[in-house]
Structure formats: C-alpha cells, structure tokens
C-alpha cells in the first residue's frame, strides 16, 4: 500500500525496489501502532532489546556492528559533477562513478528482508523552513531512530504534495563491510545513499547528511543557511527573552551549554536557560532584516559517556523515556543502562557494549566512548515552548567557540559581521591527549563545519558575507574559549553553569549596554562587567578565582596570535581563488594590528 500519488517519489521507490530487491515494501505512515509492530518484531531479531519498563518506559537498546560504531569522514563524499566544486575539506568522487559504486552493493542486497519507506519533514512540517525527506531502508533501527529525530509519515506525504522538492535517500546495511562503506551526498541531485553501515551517524539520513551538507547546499542556492549551531534563549526575571545560535568543534561544550542551568545566584532571582535545539539551526532572513533560527530535528542525539546528574541533568532527563540507547553497557539484572561516568562505579551484572560480561580487570570502556542516546526533544525538561515555533525565532547573537591553551580570550566580539565571517572561518580547537596523544595539534574547523560543508568551503564562506549584505540588522557575532590555561595546565574559567556569565555580557553587548575596548582581534570586555557574584571556583590548590584571573583570561595574548596567523595562512592557501576577498582584508587587518 502506497501513502502518496507523487510521481517522482513512485519512481524513486520503484527504482529503489528494482535494485535491492525486497521481499516486501512497508510504507511509513507515522502511527504509534505501526511503529510498535515494528520495535516488538526487531525485539523477536535482536535489532532492539526492551528495558526495564518502569525504570525506563518506552526504551530500547540497540547495539551496532563492532566495526560499524561512529561516522566515516574517509568513506563519506560529496559528489559534486565537476571535482572544483566539491572543495579542499571534503573527499570528491565523480556522481557516475558512485551510482555505480553504490549499485553494485546494493543490487539485491535486500533479498529476504523489507524495504522500508520514511516520508520525513525536518522542522516542523508548518514552517517555511521545513524540508521533506524519504528515506528508504531496510533497518527498524532507522525507522524508529527516525520516528524520534524527525517528523514521519502521512502528513509529510500531504504536505508534500506533487512537488519534485524532496531529498532522495538510500540506505542499505548490506554486508556491514567497512571496506565497502560509503556515504555519498550529491548535492545537485538532492540525493543520499548510505551503504554497509547501520550506524545512526551514517543512517539516519535526516541528520548531518541532510541537514547538514545537502541542505548547506540548498541554502546557498535558496538564500537561508544550514548551521552546525544549538539554539538557546535566554529568559531574564522580567520575562522578555532573547536568543542565541552557538557553533562549537566537538569537546567544546556544545550540549552542555545547550542545556545549561544558569548558576543559583542567577536562578534565584528569576533567570532562565531555554533549549531550543542542541546541534543544528536553520537561518532565514525575516521581513524585519533579522536573522531567525528553527532547529530542524525533533531529537537529540547524544554522546552517553560523561552525561551524568551533574555535567548536565537536563540532556540526563531527557533519556528517561521513550529513547534508545546505542552501544551502552547493558544491565542484564534490570534491563537498565550505564555507561563511563554516569556513577563513580559499576553496577554489578553488566554486559559490555559488545554484549560480553564485564570483566572488572579489563582496561576497556565498558560502554563504547561514542555510544549514543536518541532521546525526544519533548523529553528535555529545558525545552522552550516555542522550540517548534514555524516562524523560527530572532538571533541577537552567533556564537563561535574553540578549545585554546592561550590564544583566545574567555570571549570576544567580532568588528562587524564581515569580521565575524573571519572569526568563523578561523575557528580551531586543539587536540587533547585523550583524542591522539599529540598535545596542542591546532585543527581549523570553520563554523564548526568542516566535515559538513556540502560544496566548497570558500563558496560557503562567499555565502555568508553575502547574506549579512541582505541583512537590515544581524546578529553580533561573538567568539569565546572556556578552555584557557595557567602554566600548570589548571583550567583557568569555571565553565559548565557559570558560562552564562558570559552569555549575560554578550546580550548586555547586543542590546548596547555595555562597552568594550578595541583590541587587535576585536572589542574585549572590560573585567569589571562581567558579573563574578558567589562565583566559586578553585582552579587549583589554594588557588581562587577572582577579578585577576579573569583580567588574565580577557587578555589578547600577542605572540600566541602571531603564532597563529600563519596557521590560518596554511588553512586559506588551501582555499585558493575562491576565498572571499573580505576574509583576505581581515586577515590582513589582523596581522597589522598585531605589529
């Protein structure tokens, strides 16, 4: 039974059928009573495990291949028809050859299996920023995974209409062949195809390959803009709100200050923290001249390990129902889940994410360091009421923000919005010992963007400067760097809760409250204005936080910048002709102000 009269869907799942081969077609239709046909027979496969229904009502768990456990950068191409196009941060093969590629695999791989089609809506389905999707697939892991992180069913199909407008996506586990995996986007085509990957990061078509890369693309053709940012709104005593977009590299923060809890100084007196998206915005141009953000996802997808009641409570809330849980350790006692850093320890009876009982003298992870948690945004106790608001909502700010022993300041603020592009466009983290045992490796991650730029990065650097010339009145763009350094390594700034000190300064800033002094890299707050009441923080032994330490840490670190310049150097050589002369001048400016 088919849902739509929609020529070119009808094609494109007939064409899907003739090349895999399924023992039968189940169109998605989005109803609870499908959807739980579907999780009972991937329970009677093994596909997902219930658990304890009174500890965790409506959860599952899932467990992935072992070597199916994370996304691909080196197996994921964007393939765009001419190789220029496709740009020095992304791997390019030719879209002929990856039909081929990808057909080969797939021909006949669903024999014995059932094809699964998803009509899906990212944002919500009213909005003008929504984007239709079908994925077919034959994974119940994805059309249940899919039923959480987007909107499903018929009524996309109707909003849809006849229209050619939709994202074609393939997904296929095939073989499970890492040798054999692809993820290809063609972003000329409105096409994805996924195979030998059962992988939420490289399945779940809807998220970063749609949301991301295809539609970076479309927005650079439609004028709007596809953004790995969270969106959260500030809500001050009086009850006026304001909002904020954030773009940060991974082991930046990026969910815990999605979710943030402002400080109890803060609380006490009225301020809230609402969440309206963790990891990806949609930007459109209102009729105002402002900048507004949807979040197109109706779903986290969060890394487990180190979530606990205290790093952030709200992103631990929102797995207490309806969520599945990805290569976790399993609680064979209780049918519950933990994972590194949930408790201080253990409980007893666990099965490891290989589903092997633990073994207390292993040294390995007993959850997987990437293992992942697909929870309901409606879960999160933080979720603004207006998260699903059509219209989006107005960004007063864009936040951009790296992981930096010393060169970058607690927070900063770009000259203008050209500047900011810069800002953006410099973004870097450095590498941590626990990511590859090189200390201090500088990795440039513009917009924290770099593996899901859908095109080329300096044609999305063009589109950037070019949508601040259509608006009236955009978003101050911000930098900060929670991660600054003393000589011993000790963090300097508290971070978690108490970044909405920062938060608070920014907006003061927006809303022309405060000043700020002009320094090499942009305007600097000045100590005295960003708020330190019952802050308190040792940074180390006997070593307090006070008005000093963060004199210390608002302070343009000169030989640090200089040392950086020929970095970004290195990085826009890479770009070539096509980085946005406006990127040169500030590069320059830069240089200039720091002779």
């Known amino acids: 039974m088919t849902l739509t009269t929609n020529q070119a869907v009808l094609k494109f799942v ?6 895999t081969c399924p023992d039968q077609v189940v169109w998605i239709d989005g109803s609870e009573a499908q959807l739980e046909t579907l999780r009972k027979e991937a329970m009677s496969t093994g596909e997902l ?76 389905v009213a909005s003008r920023f929504a984007k239709v999707g079908i994925e ?18 018929k009524t996309v199909l109707d909003k849809l209409g006849d229209s050619n407008d939709f994202v074609r996506g393939l997904h296929g586990k095939c073989q499970l062949d890492e040798e054999k995996r692809y993820i290809l986007q063609f972003p000329e085509d409105n096409a994805i195809w996924s195979v030998n990957s059962g992988y939420g990061g490289n399945v779940l078509l809807g998220k970063k390959c749609f949301a991301l890369r295809i539609a970076s693309f479309q927005g650079k053709n439609e004028g ?14 009086d009850g006026q709100k304001k909002y904020v977009a954030a773009a940060f590299p991974s082991a930046c923060g990026k969910t815990n200050l999605a979710m943030m809890l402002p400080p109890e100084y803060y609380s006490k007196k009225g301020y809230k923290v609402w969440t309206l998206g963790d990891d990806i915005a949609w930007l459109r141009i209102g009729a105002d001249g402002r900048l507004y953000a949807v979040n197109p996802e109706a779903g986290f997808f969060g890394v ?47 099965l490891n994410w290989k589903g092997e009982p633990h073994d207390d003298s292993s040294k390995e992870k007993i959850a997987h360091p990437n293992s992942r948690f697909t929870a309901p945004a409606k879960n999160c106790p933080c979720i603004a009421d207006n998260w699903e608001d059509p219209d989006g909502v107005p960004l007063s700010a864009i936040i951009f923000g790296g992981r930096r022993a010393k060169c970058a300041p607690l ?28 200390v201090g490796v500088v990795r440039r991650d513009p917009m924290a ?51 909405f000190r920062v938060l608070e300064w920014i907006i003061k800033r927006c809303e022309g409250q405060v000043e700020a002094a002009e320094t090499a890299i942009g305007y600097v707050p000045k100590a005295e204005d960003i708020c330190l009441d019952a802050l308190d923080y040792e940074i180390s032994e006997g070593r307090k936080f006070n008005v000093d330490t963060l004199r210390e840490i608002l302070t343009v670190d000169k030989d640090a910048w200089n040392a950086d310049i020929s970095s970004i150097e290195d990085f826009y050589a890479t770009i070539g002709s096509r980085l946005p002369k406006e990127l040169r001048s500030s590069l320059d400016k830069l240089e200039a102000n720091l002779k």
């Open 14 to 19: 007939q064409d899907a059928t003739d090349l």
């Open 49 to 124: 495990i219930k658990l304890n229904e009174e500890k965790l009502p409506g959860c599952y768990y899932h467990r992935s291949a072992l070597n199916d456990v994370a996304r691909v950068e080196g197996r994921t191409f964007i393939c765009t028809r001419k190789q220029e196009d496709c740009g020095p941060t992304n791997n390019w093969m030719a879209p002929q050859e990856a039909y081929q590629v990808a057909s080969d695999v797939l021909r006949g791989s669903m024999k014995g299996r059932t094809m699964y089609v998803i009509p899906f809506c990212m944002g919500p």
């Open 136 to 153: 077919i697939t034959d994974s119940i892991y994805v059309v249940v995974s899919m039923a959480i992180m987007t909107r499903v069913g």
């Open 224 to 237: 709007w803009m596809a953004e790995h940012m969270l969106i959260l709104g500030i809500e001050y005593p």
């Open 304 to 350: 487990a390990p180190g979530t606990n009641a205290k790093s952030n409570p709200n992103a631990l809330a929102c797995t207490h129902e309806g969520t599945i849980f990805t290569n976790v350790a399993l609680n064979s006692k209780d049918k519950t889940v933990w994972w590194e850093g949930l408790t201080k320890t253990p409980p007893e009876g666990l």
């Open 411 to 438: 927070v900063y603020q770009s000259r203008d919005w050209d500047h900011g592009v810069f800002v953006g466009s410099i973004m870097a983290s450095e590498t941590t010992a626990a990511a590859t045992g090189a």
């Open 449 to 499: 963007m770099r593996p899901f730029i859908g095109y080329h990065v300096g044609d999305y650097f063009q589109h950037w400067i070019d949508m601040g010339k259509k608006m009236s009145n955009p978003p101050k763009v911000f930098h900060v760097n929670w991660f600054r350094t003393d000589e011993e390594g000790h963090f300097m700034w508290p971070g978690f809760g108490d970044n």
